[in-house]
C-alpha cells in the first residue's frame, strides 16, 4: 500500500520571510544615521533636538490621527519615525523647532493619513513637507548656518550662501568649497544632504539589506551628470561643473532615500528607470532654470505624481503572453476601431 | 417660507458656499485680510440683494427663453454701479479689490439665486433672501480671513483696525491690523492661492461634519421618539 | 405658414424685451456714471498728486516733458519739477499683475522716492512693496541698483523676489530715461 501524503492548502503568499515593513523601516533608519552624525558635527547639538522633534511629532501625529478617526493603530511600523528623520535632513539647521511640528503636521496628517496612511500616500511626506515649510517660511528655510570645519574661515557672518548658490549664480566657488569639503561634509545645507560620503554609506547599505534597488538611484543621478556633462556651465570647466552638481544640494539623499520611496515611486523596474530619468532631468531643469538654486525636493515631488502614468504604460506583460501576441491583439484591436468606425460612416 | 427658516438655510444649511459650493473663486481669492473680505462680502450682499429684488420683480415679464440674458444684463448693471461707487468713495477697496468688483458680474452666487429662488418667488422673500444668503458668504468670507490673516502674518483685523494711536476703525484700509505674533512665524504660504484651497477645503470638511452630525443627532432622536411611542402602546395594550 | 410667423414674432417680441431690460440698465449706469464720473477723476488725480508730492516735493507746477516712448515701452509719463529733477510715472508688470509706481530722481540721478500708486500683488507678500520700510531703502540709490542676494543694498521682501525686483528695475529704468533726456 502506497502511503497518502497530505498536502497543506493555503491561500498565497506562500512564503514568509522576516523582512516586514518594521524591518525595512529600520534599516532606513539605520542607513540615515551616517548622515545626521555628519549634520550634528557640522552645525551642532541643534541638529539631535530637531530630529527628536521631528520624530516626536511625526509619531505624536501618526498615533493621535489614528486614534481621533478610530483606525487600527499604524505606529508600531515606524515609517512615522522614518518621516521624522527624512524631514529632519531635508531642513537647514537654522530651521526652528515649531516649524519641525508643522511640516510634521503637514506631512503625516495632510499628505500622509488623509490618503489612507501608510502604502496609500501619492507624495513623499517629508519633501512635501519640506515644500510646505520652504512655502511657508522661506526666510529660515534659505538661511544656511556655518559648519563647524569653516567656523575659523568664515568670521565675519552668522550664516553663508551654499555651492550650490554660487552654482545657481554661475560665479566661481570660493576655494573652501573643494571636492575635499564637498565629499566629506564641509559645507553649509540641509542637516542630512552635506556629506557625499555618509549618504553614499547609508546608500551602500540600503543596497546590500535589499531594501532599495539600484535602478532608480543609478537613473536619477545617471541623467543629472549626462545632462550636466552636454550642458556644462560659463566659466566652469565641464567636468567640475557636473561634479559640483552631483555632489552638492540634496541629490544624492533624494536620489537614495526619497526617489526610492515605495509608495510613491513606479513598482515597475522599466518604471523605476524612467521615474529616475524624470527625476533628474527635472532637476537639472530647476538647477538651470528655476527661481530656486535646488530642484531634487520639486523634481520628486512632481515625478512623484506622475508615477501612476508611468506603471500604466510600463505594465509588464502577462505571463505566458509573447511580445507577438500583445501585438498582434494590439493590431486586432486597431482593426475592430477602424470597421466600428466604417461601419458608423455608413 | 418663514424669515427664521430663510435665515437658516442662508447662514447654515443651504449656505451659497460650504453647501451649495458656488462662489468659491473669490472665496479663494481675496480672503487675505479682514477689510478684503468685510468689504468683497459687503459689496455682494448689495449687489445680490439688489439683483434678487429687481429680477423677482421683473419675474413675469422675463420670457423663460432669454431669462439668463437678462439675468446677466441686470447683474452686470448693479455690479458696475456698486464699482463706479466703491471707486469713487471707498478708492482703497476699490484698489484692493481690483478686479475682483467686476468679477461679481460672474459670481455663481448671483446667477445661481436669480435662477434657483427669485424667478418663483415674490419680492418681499426674495429680498430676504438676497440679504441671508449674502450674509451667509459674507460669514464664510470673514472666517477665510480671519483664519489666513492670524496664522499667514499673524494680525488680526488687517486693513481695519489701527491700534498705533488707539483703538481706531480705518475705512481706507491703511490701519495695520491688531498682532497677535511675530510677523517672521507666519506661513506665509496661507496667503498664497495654495492657503485658500487649503482653508476653504478645511472648513468644508468642518461643516459636512457638522451637518452630519447634527443629521444623524435628529434621526437619532426620531428614532427614540417612535420606539418610546411603540413602548407607551404596548404598555397600554 | 401660419407658424413661422407666429415664430417669427415671439423672436421680435424676445428681442424687443431684451432690449428694453438693456435699455433700462444702460440708462441707470449713464445716470450713476455722470454724478461720480468726476469724483473718480478727482480720486485718482489726487493720488497722483499725492504720490508725486511723496517722491519729489516741489511748490511749483511739475510740467510734463516728452520722451521717445517707442523705447521706453514701461514709461507712461515724466514731469520736471523745475530744477529740483524729475519724476517718472511707469507701469510694468509684476509677479501678479500691473504696478504703476512714480519715481522721484534728483538732478544728479539718484532715487529720492518710490510711490506706488496701483498694483494687484498678493497682499501679505509683494503687497507690502507699499511699506515705508521697503521703499525708503530707495532713497539715495543710484543706477545699478540690484537686491542684497544679487550684490545690491536692496533688501528684497522676504518670499516676494519677484515684486520686489520689479521695484529695482523700474528704479533703475526711471534713472535711465531721465539721464537719456539728457
Known sequence: MEEKKLFTVSSNPLVRTERDTTRIMLDVIIALVPSLAVGTYMFGVKVLLLLAVSVFSCVFFEWGYRKLMKKSRSVGDLSAVVTGFLLTCVLPSNATWWMCVIGAFFAIVVVKQLYGGIGKNFLNPALAGRAFLTAAYAGFMTSWAIPTTLSATVVDAATMATPLSYLYAGTAMPEYFNYGSLFLGGIPGCMGEVSALAILLGAAYLLWRKVITWRTPTAFIGTVAVLCLIFGHEGYNRLDWTAFNLLSGGLLLGAFFMATDYSTSPVTLRGQLIFGAGCGALTVLIRYFGSYPEGVSYAILIMNCCAWAVDRVTRPRQFGVSAEDVKAAKQAKKEAKKKAKEAASV | MNLKQQFKEGLITNNPVLVQRIGMCSTMAITTSLFNGLGMGLSVLIILTCCNVAISALRKAIPNDIRLAIFVVVIAGFVTIVDLLLQAYIPALSASLGVFIPLIVVNCIIIGRAEAFCQHEPVGPSFWDGIFQGFGYTVVLVCMCLIRELLGSGTFGGGLIDITEGFRLTLDGSGAGIRIFPETYGATILLMPFGGFLTLASLLAAMQYALRKSAEKKEAAERAAKVEVVKEAANNA | ?182
Open chain 3, 1 to 182: 405658414m401660419t407658424e413661422t410667423k407666429k415664430s417669427s414674432n415671439q423672436i421680435v417680441k424676445l428681442a424687443l424685451i431684451l432690449f428694453v431690460v438693456s435699455a433700462i440698465t444702460s440708462g441707470v449706469l449713464g445716470v450713476v456714471n455722470y454724478f461720480t464720473k468726476d469724483i473718480i477723476a478727482m480720486r485718482r488725480a489726487e493720488a497722483r498728486a499725492e504720490a508725486y508730492q511723496a517722491v519729489l516735493p516741489y511748490d511749483g507746477e511739475y510740467t510734463s516733458v516728452s520722451f521717445d516712448e517707442e523705447a521706453w515701452e514701461t514709461v507712461d509719463a515724466i514731469s520736471q519739477a523745475g530744477g529740483e529733477g524729475y519724476v517718472v510715472e511707469l507701469t510694468f508688470s509684476g509677479a501678479q499683475g500691473s504696478i504703476n509706481a512714480a519715481v522721484g530722481v534728483d538732478s544728479a540721478g539718484a532715487i529720492t522716492g518710490v510711490s506706488i500708486i496701483e498694483h494687484a500683488e498678493t497682499s501679505g507678500l509683494g503687497a507690502k512693496i507699499t511699506e515705508d520700510s521697503f521703499r525708503s531703502q530707495f532713497v539715495g540709490q543710484t543706477l545699478g541698483m540690484a537686491l542684497s542676494k544679487n550684490g545690491g543694498e536692496i533688501d528684497s521682501i522676504t518670499a516676494a523676489t519677484i515684486s520686489s525686483q520689479a521695484i529695482v528695475d523700474a528704479c533703475n529704468t526711471a534713472i535711465e530715461v531721465v539721464e537719456s533726456l539728457g
